[in-house]
């Protein structure tokens, strides 16, 4: 069983598996993940009031979750999102980087093409 000491206080691994780790707090056993439970115990050192490392595991599971970076073809243009986020799209477009939202970024590809098309047009005339 093995043990560690953390900002004064003694963790101890639950069972045969290291994976979860506990600290008694006041009257309070806090089990879960070793950087969950010392959380805990920096939440109770700065505040004085006790947080299971449940929550601090959920958060951390919410923040972690990988996010798909996502590519498009649009007009033979490439339009790109490493972050997930709707309005982090990004283009490189007539030498220029065009970063927001993927319609805003469309809508105004599609309008300097447009113009670029009836300036053509109008140089043939």
Known sequence: MPVATYRGF????AGSSTDVWQVKIKKHKLS????AVKKSIDWF?????IIDPKEFSSLEAKRQEPSQPAQE???????KNDTGDPKAWYCFFNGRLLKGNKIAIQKHI????????????????
């Open 32 to 35: 879960g993940s070793m950087a």
């Open 73 to 79: 073809n649009f007009h033979g243009h490439v339009l």
């Open 10 to 13: 003694t963790l101890s691994t």
């Open 110 to 125: 599609e309008q300097q093409l447009l113009a670029q098309q009836a300036a053509a047009k109008q140089m043939k005339k």
């Open 45 to 49: 050192c700065d505040t004085a009031s």
